[in-house]
């Protein structure tokens, strides 16, 4: 290579100066796509889960109140709940399948606070609303009805399917939308239970004032603890099976059931022996039985069906030969049997498909044609 050449061509050097660039901008563009998907795709999550952006967790929510200066503590289990609670704090308690164990709920009652039960079930509500009892099924929106604060200022609101409630004893209980949602004061503290959570999940805020009523309830107070617990704790979180839960009683019934099935069996139940070899009392040749299914087609003048069945004998023993399903068009067979044999197209048709005879001669000519068409597409 020339001097002029090596003047001229680009070294490596000068070539990675003039690449880099293209490649890390390509790598800073894949690096922003990569970390917008992450920041911006879905995070599942449990019901009311305050970290979910699946439409039925709560982050939605919980960004809400804290946007608006609300101190969300999100406990994770009834240590951290104990550890945050106090007095001017309201604890948030939503109902999910891992709120099962008793010594939790009444460690969750025994912390000091206001309380806003979620959607409880019924031993949720005995140990932490026990001043209401389950009514009916309660409204799926409308107007609140009631002179409490939150509600009315809410308004309009759309819940879905939801539980009522009404007083247990004789404390004043406030009910609001047919009783969805009701408050009660005891001991100093206020007590509000909600029948469902369908307005305080993401995919419920934007309908009518779901989200005001949401905001008014959960950020009632300065401080609040989201307790929505995502795993079972105390002593039922090594998980019971459905053996577990059945009584020792029923197991021996179980058994000895079992016991008395297999003794029936024994009982009831039929003896195979050894296979006997049996000789018939006697040997009809098949000539003799062809003559005599004729002989009763015959007495009881039944042309129409031995025709029938003869035509039907030949077409189960053309079809193979032809090369054609069962369900094979009957002009599709009279076209691939004439192309076989050659025969005059309405001829093979009227033979195979064509109406009964009207007499025994014709039966008997019928009986000829269709062994002739027979024996001629065997042959060919």
């Not at 195979?272 to 006697?282: D, F, K, N, T």
């Not at 076989?340 to 009964?356: N, Y």
Request: glycine share 8%; hydrophobic share 45%.
């Amino acid at each position: 290579m020339t001097d002029v050449d090596t003047a001229i061509a680009p070294t490596a050097r000068q070539r990675w100066r003039a690449g880099r660039w293209v490649i890390s901008a390509l790598v800073l563009i894949t690096a922003v796509a990569a970390l917008t998907t992450l920041l911006t795709s879905a995070r599942p999550g449990g019901r009311m889960d305050p970290a979910a952006t699946s439409p039925e967790g709560a982050h939605a929510l919980v960004t809400l109140l804290r946007d608006h200066g609300v101190d969300v503590v999100v406990a994770d289990d009834i240590d951290a709940v104990e550890r945050a609670a106090r007095p001017d704090t309201l604890v948030i308690t939503v109902q999910t399948n891992h709120l099962v164990d008793d010594d939790v709920l009444r460690r969750l009652a025994a912390v000091p606070g206001d309380r806003l039960v979620v959607e409880p079930i019924s031993r949720t509500r005995e140990v932490l609303a026990s001043e209401v009892r389950r009514d009916a099924l309660g409204s799926e929106g409308g107007s609140p009805d009631c002179d409490l604060r939150e509600a009315t200022r809410a308004g309009d609101v759309q819940f879905g399917a939801s539980d009522a409630f009404e007083a247990e004893g004789d404390v004043p209980v406030t009910r609001c939308y047919e009783g969805a949602v009701v408050r009660y004061t005891d001991e100093g503290r206020t007590v509000t239970v909600v029948g469902t959570s369908d307005f305080m999940a993401n995919s419920g805020l934007l309908k009518r004032g779901n989200a005001a009523l949401a905001m008014n309830l959960a950020g009632a107070a300065p401080r609040v603890i989201w307790y929505a617990p995502q795993h079972t704790e105390g002593e039922s979180s090594g998980g019971a099976t459905v053996f577990d839960l059945i009584p020792d009683r029923v197991t021996w019934i179980f058994l000895q059931l079992c016991l008395v099935v297999l003794l029936v069996a024994l009982w009831k139940g039929r003896r195979i022996g050894p296979l006997v070899a049996e000789r018939l009392p006697v040997v009809v040749r098949a000539s003799e039985t062809v003559e005599g299914r004729g002989r009763l087609y015959r007495s009881h003048r039944a042309g129409d069906r031995a025709a029938d069945a003869l035509r039907t004998a030949t077409l189960q023993r053309l079809l193979p030969r032809l090369g054609l399903g069962p369900n094979a068009d009957p002009a599709a067979i009279a076209a691939a049997v004439v192309g076989r044999i050659g025969q005059d197209p309405e001829f093979v048709r009227h033979t195979l498909f064509g109406p009964a005879p009207a007499t025994d001669t014709d039966l008997l000519n019928l009986s000829h044609a269709l062994d002739n068409i027979e024996r001629q597409v065997a042959q060919s």
